[in-house]
């Protein structure tokens, strides 16, 4: 059995097709086919507040080839969301409407919190020790999504209008960060040693880039270094020498700025990287979804 996660987020939008597995009373998945397309929505949508018909129509043909490769897959459910960019943009109704009309699929414009919840649905932490206290930092083109948590409880969860997209687009605001400062503070203030958990694309090229043996935590150190030496070449020499995809090159420095700037505001000295994101806590809460009831 097979079950599809589609995220369209501000950078990129992304198809997971993911096999069910049952065994003896547990369900998990594996990644049988990931596709990422790099649309960019979030410039249209953090400049104008409007997705252009360009785009639109390129959103289109990628939800319809996706529709096309869910069936010749046999995908049984599939749960398709949007996020900050499509929530900042006016006619993200109208564009939902285009989908759901001309590549037949049902997709969701979804708030801060809901998103926050679904990436924490990875379970990213059951890899680790759920005894300490983690913070979840996603990074996307138009929002970070924090959640904290500590022996397995979720105490606070927040999104914030900061991404890479849009600081490149220099449309990220002093209040904004500020009030990310203050929940930081806020909330990891009663817990002593908290670990970083990152997800996101960029977090997970940078994990590769810093030649991390697998499953070892990044230090704040490594990845400040790793900030300096991809910052010290131009946007070209990043594409070109250090091969970096074209829509990679760019964005990967404001998310090290973010991801530098929350791991010192929480005073996190180590972040584990385990390679997941928002399409497996859709996978994850389409599991939830159907299995759980039923056992």
């Not at 983690?134 to 900061?162: C, H, K, M, P, Q």
């Not at 404001?254 to 928002?278: D, H, R």
């Amino acid at each position: 059995m097979r079950y599809a996660a589609i995220d369209i987020g501000s950078n990129a939008v992304r198809l997971l097709i993911a096999d069910i597995i049952e065994n003896n009373n547990s369900i998990s998945f594996k990644k049988n086919t990931l596709i990422r397309v790099p649309l960019r929505l979030g410039d249209d949508a953090f400049l104008n507040q409007h997705i252009s018909d360009k785009k639109a129509d390129d959103l289109v043909k990628s939800m319809h080839a996706f529709r096309n490769l869910m069936d010749v897959y046999k995908v049984k459910d599939y749960m398709a969301f949007a996020t900050s960019a499509m929530r900042e943009a006016k006619n993200g109704d109208e564009v939902v409407a285009r989908v759901k009309n001309e590549a037949n699929i049902d997709l969701e414009i979804i708030h801060g919190q809901k998103e926050a919840k679904i990436i924490y649905a990875s379970h990213a932490e059951q890899t680790i020790d759920k005894n300490k206290t983690y913070l979840y930092i996603d990074v996307g083109g138009g929002s970070t999504e924090l959640s904290l948590f500590s022996d397995g409880d979720l105490f606070a969860s927040r999104s914030f209008n900061i991404g890479t997209i849009r600081m490149l687009d220099n449309q990220d605001k002093e209040e904004t960060w500020s009030e990310m400062h203050e929940f930081i503070r806020e909330h990891t203030k009663a817990f002593k040693g908290v670990c970083g958990i990152g997800t996101g694309g960029n977090i997970n090229k940078l994990y590769k880039l810093s030649e991390e043996k697998n499953g070892m935590p990044l230090s704040f150190a490594k990845l400040k270094t790793l900030y300096n030496y991809l910052n010290s070449f131009s946007l070209k020499d990043r594409i070109n020498v250090l091969g970096l995809n074209q829509d990679r090159a760019d964005v990967i420095i404001p998310a090290c700025e973010i991801y530098i700037t929350v791991l010192k505001w929480a005073n996190i000295k180590n972040i584990y990287v385990p390679s997941v994101g928002m399409v497996d806590g859709i996978i994850q809460t389409l599991i939830e979804k159907n299995f759980i009831k039923s056992y």
